[in-house]
């Protein structure tokens, strides 16, 4: 168990529906990353928070946003949705120090259909 | 911009035995990290070894051993006395020191390991 929660872990929505998945970092991390695992793109990095704020945005779609809470939890949200939105979506968090490990939740499987 | 190649789709082992996964990596900065990472059936990203661009001596953790070499931008790993439950998709990473910690991951390797 990495520490890293993410729910749901299945979420199967329609074409143009919008949804919300939700990550609690381990204890005391302050980073929180989104990455998109699809069999066409690999493992992408969608954008990273810390302590609240915005750090590094990566190939993260208009369609798609993301936040950071005073409670350090992360919801990436996602709007519009295609077929091609389809995939595995992880969040990993890190702490101040050591930052460079990142630990992985389970992900969240996300079927558009 | 940092790339990552793994040319191995797949591979397979058989249990006992030792096999060892390519990666090669592109970068233009001289301070960054580089880790693989196990993905097994259940989806979990776990990550098995990590080394330091800073450091000559190579990672090792119990079974899992690397070879760096830095000069040819290689970063290969080892699996010694391969059991069943390695058998995972093996992702290789890098990562830029002292930034936002952004992992840029291969497109993978799956390996098997046939009793």
């Known amino acids: 168990d990495s520490g890293v929660t993410q729910t749901p872990k299945h979420l199967i929505t329609a074409t143009g529906q919008r949804v919300t998945l939700r990550c609690s970092p381990r204890?005391?991390?302050?980073?929180v990353y989104w990455y998109q695992q699809s069999l066409d793109q690999g493992l992408q990095f969608l954008i990273q928070?810390?302590?609240?704020?915005?750090?590094a945005k990566g190939n993260i779609l208009e369609r798609f946003s993301a936040q950071q809470f005073p409670d350090l939890h992360s919801e990436l949200n996602l709007s519009s949705l295609e077929l091609g939105d389809s995939a595995l979506y992880f969040c990993?968090?890190?702490?101040?120090?050591?930052?460079?490990?990142?630990?992985f939740g389970s992900g969240t499987q996300l079927s558009v259909l | 911009a940092q790339t990552v190649t793994q040319s191995q789709p797949e591979m397979s082992v058989q249990e006992a035995e030792t096999v060892t996964l390519s990666c090669t990596y592109d970068t233009s900065e001289s301070n960054y990290y580089l880790f693989w990472y196990k993905q097994p059936p259940s989806r979990q990203m776990i990550l098995v070894i990590r080394q330091e661009a800073y450091k000559q001596q190579n990672a090792t953790e119990n079974r899992f051993s690397v070879n760096f070499q830095k000069a040819a931008k290689s970063f290969s790993l080892k699996i010694s006395d391969s059991q069943l439950g390695d058998t995972a998709m093996y992702f290789c990473?890098?990562?830029?020191?002292?930034?936002?910690?952004?992992?840029?991951f291969g497109k993978g390797t799956l390996l098997t390991v046939n009793p």
């Open positions: 990993a968090s890190s702490g101040r120090q050591g930052g460079e490990k990142l630990f």
């Open positions: 928070y810390y302590n609240g704020e915005e750090r």
């Open positions: 990473a890098f990562m830029i020191g002292g930034s936002n910690y952004k992992l840029t």
């Open positions: 204890s005391g991390d302050l980073s």
